[in-house]
T-cell receptor
């Protein structure tokens, strides 16, 4: 079993839709939860991070962490064609040094 | 100028050839990483270095080697390339503090024929 599971998609939605992207994990030591966005032919870039459980909002993006269920989500409101990208979840734990594990990434297409 | 640069950006080579991918950073970070990305498998860690004298294997280091020439430079070598090493390779850096946010280069697309 992988430490981090993420559905690779692809996920296709119309412009303006609410998008929900999710990851599950198995290691309860993870403390920081991140979402990276990767455009085609580019390296991943950090979009948001959350420490421990709870929600964090940044504009049209909301990140949620439920540590009891080992489940994290990224919501995108009023999705735009420019949101079309691959979204990777990532989680890190401090075990004598940070260890970061990435999910496989979900490919999102937002149609105009 | 980009903070993390990779050369070459694209490379086609033949089975058995030795290949070196290079990474340079101007972020001043101590930590550097090499990943490969394959469809459906995501990012997999090949090697990482927490400083110039500290090199560690990642989950898929077989067939690869690295050299940390300076704080700013970290190179990845394929001693004898094979077709299943065809992938997108990324270099990344991080501070190792707080969230350990990683900053990625633009990637190198390697094809082994």
């Amino acid at each position: 079993q992988k430490e981090v599971e993420q559905d690779p998609g692809p996920l296709s939605v119309p412009e303006g839709a609410i998008v929900s992207l999710n990851c599950t994990y198995s290691n309860s030591a993870f403390q920081y939860f991140m979402w990276y966005r990767q455009y085609s032919r580019k390296g991943p870039e950090l979009l948001m991070y959350t420490y421990s459980s709870g929600n964090k909002e940044d504009g049209r993006f909301t990140a949620q962490v439920d540590k009891s269920s080992k489940y994290i989500s990224l919501f995108i409101r009023d999705s735009q064609p420019s949101d079309s990208a691959t979204y990777l979840c990532a989680m890190s734990a401090y075990t004598g040094g940070f260890k970061t594990i990435f999910g496989a990434g979900t490919r999102l297409f937002v149609k105009a | 100028d980009a903070d993390v640069t990779q050369t070459p950006r694209n490379r086609i080579t033949k089975t058995g050839k030795r290949i070196m991918l290079e990474c340079s950073q101007t972020k001043g970070h101590d930590r550097m990483y090499w990943y490969r990305q394959d469809p459906g498998l995501g990012l997999r860690l090949i090697y990482y270095s927490f400083d110039v004298k500290d090199i560690n294997k990642g989950e898929i280091s077989d067939g690869y080697s690295v050299s940390r020439q300076a704080q700013a430079k970290f190179s990845l070598s394929l001693e004898s390339a094979i077709p299943n090493q065809t992938a997108l390779y990324f270099c990344a850096t991080s501070t190792g503090t707080n969230t350990d946010t990683q900053y990625f280069g633009p990637g190198t697309r390697l094809t082994v024929l």
